[in-house]
T-cell receptor, first 112, second 111 residues
């Protein structure tokens, strides 16, 4: 079942912060975050394995609450280059087999 | 540089034709995946393979077929049974517990 992302779209001014949420009804092994620019392939941002860790570097970070099966992506002091569509991918795993199911995406537009 | 190569970039298919999309990786990843993306939509999983000579159906496998004869290659055939094949097709691979690397995609259009 597809994870649910919210909000569907966000418009920011440069320097503002944003939070994108991802929620699943299934027990997850990991959560991935990707950014896709128009007409291009998605680019990997980060992966969070079950354990409730928070990851990130400088202005983009994420958290994973495995009890609630929820993840959030935090973008602080946004830059024009942050514009794009953000996808979360949720992974279930059984044995050595896993597959990533993507949410419907959140479109982020950063304006000068 | 390591990566995933998809070809062709654009493909046009006539009604009733089968077409094959190529995906090659030199990342030494065991796992490979095919996703379909429709305009303004997320990515939907077509097929995936964790190891050579083995693959599993994803959520929308009907009308598609794959093979995995070599670790580096995971071609996708869009058959005439797929009634609405116009979409952006993305191939990806990943190391165990690692992020996915995507190819640059193939845009398929039915003419």
């Amino acid at each position: 079942q597809q994870p649910v992302q919210s909000p569907q779209a966000v418009i920011l001014r440069e320097g503002e912060d944003a939070v994108i949420n991802c929620s699943s009804s299934k027990a997850l092994y990991s959560v991935h975050w990707y950014r896709q620019k128009h007409g291009e392939a998605p680019v990997f941002l980060m992966i969070l394995l079950k354990g409730g860790e928070q990851k990130g570097h400088e202005k983009i970070s994420a958290s994973f609450n495995e009890k609630k099966q929820q993840s959030s992506l935090y973008l602080t002091a946004s830059q024009l280059s942050y514009s794009g569509t953000y996808f979360c991918g949720t992974e279930e795993r059984w044995g050595n087999t896993g597959k990533l199911i993507f949410g419907q995406g959140t479109t982020l537009q950063v304006k000068p | 540089d390591g990566g995933i190569t998809q070809s062709p970039k654009y493909l046009f298919r006539k009604e009733g034709q089968n077409v094959t999309l190529s995906c090659e990786q030199n990342l030494n990843h065991d796992a490979m995946y095919w996703y379909r993306q429709d305009p303004g939509q997320g990515l939907r999983l077509i097929y995936y393979s964790q190891i050579v000579n083995d693959f599993q159906k994803g959520d929308i496998a009907e009308g598609y077929s794959v093979s995995r004869e070599k670790k580096e290659s995971f071609p996708l055939t869009v058959t005439s049974a797929q009634k609405n094949p116009t979409a952006f097709y993305l191939c990806a691979s990943n190391p165990r517990e690692g992020g996915y690397t995507f190819g640059s995609g193939t845009r398929l259009t039915v003419v």
